[in-house]
Each structure stands twice: as C-alpha cells, then as structure tokens.
C-alpha cells in the first residue's frame, strides 16, 4: 500500500488485460479506480461492477474531462492509443498507455510534443523493464560474472488469434511486431549501456498473414550496436507455442529469462558460466504492479522514472524501420470525429 495520496485513475475501455494491467496494481497499492468508459456503457458498467471502479462515463472524452481524474490510462485497440493519448495530454492529464504508444512515428512525434507542451507525466507500459526478472539480466551484466556483451537474443511468440481478432487488422495497426515485437525491440534497446550505444536496424524479414493485406504474421530483425554486439528481435503471432525469452551471451557466460514479459507466470533466469549453470527465481509478483507502483512514486515523490515519451518515440522509429526493411507498410493513424 502507498504512504502517499492514492492516484485517481481513469479507465479508457474494458480490454481484457485491464484487470491484469491495472485494475490488481491499483488495489494492490492502495489506488483509486475513479472512472471507466467504453463503447458500449452496459460493458463499461459490468467492468464496474466487477472491479469496483467508482463510476462509469458516458464516453472517452467525458472520462478524460472528469477533473477527478488525473491519470489516463489507455488499454484501447493500437490503432486508438495515439489519438486518445493526444487528447488526454490536451487536457492536462499524466498518461499511462499500453504499447505502441501510437500507429507509427509521426504519431509519436506529435504524442511526444504533446506531452512537452502538457508539461505532464507520459509513461509507455513496458511493465517487463520493472520486474526484478529483467533487472537481474541488468545486474548479471553490470557484475561482470557475464563477461563483455556479444549478443542478444529476445523473441516474444504466441499461438495464433483468432482470424477475427483485432490484432490481425491493419487499420486498427494491428501486427506481431505491433503487439509483440515491440517488446522485443525495447529489450534490446534497454542493454545499449552495455553495448556501446544505441542500436541500429541491419535488416529485417517476416511473413505476411493470410487474408490480412500489410500485417505481418511474424518478423524477424537483426541489429548492431556501436560495440559490435549483435542482437535478433523476433516475434511470431502463430507459433506453436508461448515463447517470451530474453538471452544475453557474454564472453564469459551467457543469462536467459526464461519470460520476461510475463514473470509473473515464469520467473527464471538460467546463468550458464564456465563454473556451471544455477536457475535464479526473482518471484512472480506482477511486472504490472510494480510499474505501477513506479509511476506513482515519480508522481507523487519525484523518484526516477526510466520511460517516457523520447523513449517511446525511439521505439517507434525503430518499429517503422523494421517494417519498411521487411517489406511492409507502417500502420496507418486514426483521426478521431471532431466534437462539438
């Protein structure tokens, strides 16, 4: 539970991961959920009802002007995360949104100005980096029982949707790389201190889904970093099974998260060194959780927070150039109806 004044949480839509997201953080830190809206009330109403949200909206824009609200979070379709963002930030509102942060870059950009102009707080929801599962890769690293990086290898792969699932349509900017490879991408992106710098896109490929114009079924890319170390950030929307693994492959040793992005269900770091190999279990408390519990205390204490907008622009670059080398056009944007 928190010391500090709980914040008051707006719920845009009632996506499944919701209740996973935010809806146990918030009541496991002692949170408000003030305020939930969706497409159609009688879901937004049930979601309520189930969650003890404390009211439900009329509509998203009604929700973001509630002036209870200070915090937005934004679980919509992709496709619908950089609009409704702009709008929250245009009303003074701190912003946590699930991933993408928007349908490509020129969106990011304007999210990003958006958030300069606000002067309020933007968080993309990479809850994997907050988890002692990835901080232990870090640590791993930085201990040097690795040795010096070589390579890197992430990939974040699921079992196909259904053909109907949002995720398979590009004008909502669905995509594996959209809704897995991002995850992928971000993990290689967050070892840069350890690999000279920065990564860049070497080449890219994927397979296009069946019935599905422009999205990709699965997407593979290589990258290089300053220091020479390598990395592949795969993902794959209709494999065989559920993989989320991290590798990290030293001069000395090597280290994988067996699921870094879901540690609450496998929480082991397998270390293989010239001494032998050890499995570390770092806990399954949620990495949602303790995201939260990050963004409440940069809000309400100021303490360090390791994600924001600039970092959610870089990503999205990256996203688009994977798409561009594989041979596929990026998401398109939505433009909400004006109002009023």
């Known amino acids: ?54 009211r439900v909206a009329d509509s998203y824009a009604d929700l973001i002007a509630d002036p209870e609200v200070e915090v937005v979070y934004n679980p919509l379709a992709n496709s619908l995360h950089g609009p409704w963002n702009l709008a929250a930030l245009a009303a003074g509102k701190h912003v946590l949104t699930e991933k993408p942060s928007a349908s490509n870059t020129e969106e990011a950009t304007e999210v990003s100005e958006a958030v300069a102009k606000a002067g309020t707080v933007f968080m993309e929801g990479f809850h994997y980096l907050f988890h002692p599962v990835t901080r232990r890769l870090h640590e791993l690293l930085d201990s040097g029982e690795l040795g010096e990086l070589r390579h890197i290898e992430a990939m974040v792969a699921m079992p196909a949707p259904p053909d109907d699932d949002l995720r398979w349509s590009f004008p909502l900017a669905g995509g594996a790389l959209m809704d897995l490879g991002c995850y992928s991408l971000h993990a290689l992106r967050m070892l840069a201190p350890w690999a000279g710098g920065a990564p860049r896109l070497v080449a890219a490929r994927g397979g296009e889904k069946a019935g599905a114009a422009g999205v990709d079924e699965w997407l593979y890319a290589d990258l290089e970093f300053p220091g020479g170390v390598t990395g592949s950030a795969n993902c794959h929307m209709a494999y065989d099974k559920w993989q989320m693994s991290c590798r990290v492959v030293g001069t000395r040793g090597e280290a994988t998260a067996m699921n870094f992005v879901q540690p609450h269900l496998d929480d082991r770091v397998v270390v293989r060194t010239a001494a032998g190999e050890r499995t570390e279990e770092l806990g399954r408390r949620s990495s949602y959780t303790f995201q939260l519990e990050a963004f409440a205390a940069h809000l309400r204490e100021d303490a360090p927070l390791a994600l924001d907008a600039d970092d959610a622009l870089t990503t999205m670059r990256l996203i688009d150039d994977c798409y561009r080398a594989a041979g596929f056009p990026v998401r398109p944007r939505t433009v909400l109806p004006a109002t009023g």
């Open 1 to 54: 539970m928190t010391t500090y004044e709980p914040l008051r949480i707006g719920v845009l839509g009632a996506a499944r991961i919701a209740e996973l997201s935010i809806v146990k953080p918030a009541r496991t830190c002692g949170h408000r959920l003030v305020a939930v809206a969706a497409r159609d009330r009688d879901r937004a109403e049930a979601f309520a009802a189930a969650h003890g949200v404390e």
